[in-house]
């Protein structure tokens, strides 16, 4: 499973709709830009240093992984992104790079941004947006 920044977040909540799909799954993976995101928000917020020891500890156990790009995904990233603005939607730069992470590594993604149903023709059922 994939996850987006929101569900790391929902994850580190209790959420009981993702505490069940973490549960599920063999393993984790983060898309490089989530772990960028993630950073900022702790940068940006009143517990710096915890938040960022908590994500250092998640990403230490041996079923969490972080996806990196190759110069492959930067074809997957403008093909989506072409995808994307010719149905009228413009995503951030982070969330298609997040798609195009997760349609390199074939795996779910799973999120609770809407933005993302425009790639659910494309991903279908590896693609899981909660609401």
Same mark, same amino acid.
């Given at each position: 499973?994939?996850?987006?920044?929101?569900?790391?977040?929902?994850?580190? &909540?209790?959420?009981?709709?993702?505490?069940?799909?973490?549960?599920?799954?063999?393993?984790?993976?983060?898309?490089?830009?989530?772990?960028?995101?993630? &950073?900022? =928000?702790?940068?940006? =917020?009143?517990?710096?240093?915890?938040?960022?020891?908590?994500?250092?500890?998640?990403?230490? &156990?041996?079923?969490? #992984?972080?996806?990196?790009?190759?110069?492959?995904?930067?074809?997957?990233?403008?093909?989506?992104?072409?995808?994307? #603005?010719?149905? =009228?939607?413009?995503?951030?730069?982070?969330?298609?790079?997040?798609?195009?992470?997760?349609?390199?590594?074939?795996?779910?993604?799973?999120?609770?941004?809407?933005?993302?149903?425009?790639? #659910?023709?494309?991903? =279908?059922?590896?693609?899981?947006?909660?609401?």
């Amino acid at each position: 499973m994939i996850i987006d920044t929101n569900t790391y977040t929902a994850l580190k &909540q209790d959420d009981p709709t993702v505490l069940d799909l973490v549960e599920e799954s063999e393993h984790i993976s983060l898309p490089l830009p989530v772990v960028a995101e993630l &950073q900022y =928000g702790f940068m940006n =917020g009143a517990r710096t240093t915890l938040n960022r020891t908590r994500l250092a500890d998640f990403l230490a &156990q041996e079923f969490v #992984q972080v996806l990196l790009p190759t110069l492959s995904t930067c074809d997957t990233y403008a093909e989506l992104r072409l995808y994307a #603005q010719q149905r =009228g939607r413009a995503l951030s730069n982070n969330d298609i790079w997040i798609a195009a992470l997760a349609r390199e590594d074939g795996d779910a993604l799973v999120t609770y941004d809407r933005d993302f149903l425009v790639f #659910q023709e494309l991903f =279908g059922d590896k693609l899981k947006v909660l609401s």
